[in-house]
């Protein structure tokens, strides 16, 4: 069965100080990894990572993948209380015309001044 | 661009009645819509893929009499979800894909707050 599995669950952290959020996979047939940042209602877009080794920076954010060990992380540098959030990784995977996004189950983030 | 409208933000019935939840995709043609279903604390569960002018795909554990799909059109997509109970409450959230961009491409609904008293 195809899983998604993030750590931590829970983060809390002061303004200025830098997170590491973790995501695994198992997943036939992946294709790639998305993470997403999700705040009261719809996920909105991050990061798309396909190949291995190859860092994505947006601001502070970035995020890198190793396909070798099933493994991503996203990276938020001097964080701010605007960066409070559930952060969702999904595996993207294809198999014949379908197609599956499967989501971990998140990590809440919470920044205090 | 790719923007999916979706409709109500928040809904309250009673037990027994149906509510049916509408995704619209504004700007582009969405062949392919997802519904998803969000626990508190938990990931997105999708429920069902459908595919316009056909039946839509269930996952296992999702009884297809009770969440009701249709993809009557390129645009709209709707779940109507009958004889609500309260253990049906929950966050529910279409997305759309947009055709080519590959994992990049989903877009997603704002999410529909379901509660059922």
């Known amino acids: 069965e195809d899983k998604v599995v993030q750590s931590p669950l829970s983060l809390v952290v002061h303004e200025g100080d830098t997170v590491t959020l973790n995501c695994s996979y198992e997943?036939?047939?992946?294709?790639?990894l998305l993470w997403y940042k999700q705040e009261k209602k719809a996920p909105t877009f991050l990061f798309m990572l396909?190949?291995?080794?190859i860092e994505k920076k947006s601001g502070r954010l970035s995020s890198i993948l190793d396909k070798k060990e099933l493994f991503s992380i996203l990276n938020i540098t001097a964080t701010q209380t605007g960066d409070s959030a559930v952060y969702l990784c999904?595996?993207?995977?294809?198999?014949?015309?379908?197609?599956?996004?499967?989501f971990g189950k998140g990590t809440k983030l919470t920044v205090n001044p | 661009g790719a923007v999916v409208s979706q409709h109500p933000s928040r809904v309250i019935c009673k037990s027994g009645t149906s509510v049916k939840i509408e995704c619209r995709s504004l700007?582009?043609?969405?062949?392919?819509m997802f519904w998803y279903r969000q626990f508190p604390k938990k990931s997105l569960m999708l429920m069902a893929t459908?595919?316009?002018?056909?039946?839509?795909?269930?996952e296992q554990g999702v009884e297809k009499d009770k969440f009701l799909i249709n993809h009557a059109s390129l645009t709209l997509s709707t779940l109507t979800v009958t004889s609500a109970h309260p253990e049906d409450s929950s966050f529910y959230i279409c997305?759309?894909?947009?055709?080519?961009?590959?994992?990049?491409?989903?877009?997603f609904g704002s999410g529909t707050r379901l509660t059922v008293v």
């Open positions: 459908s595919n316009e002018g056909s039946k839509a795909t269930y």
């Open positions: 997943v036939t047939n992946f294709r790639s």
């Open positions: 997305s759309a894909r947009v055709v080519g961009r590959g994992g990049r491409g989903y877009t």
């Open positions: 396909t190949s291995s080794g």
């Open positions: 700007d582009f043609q969405a062949t392919t």
């Open positions: 999904a595996a993207f995977s294809t198999q014949g015309g379908s197609e599956k996004l499967v």
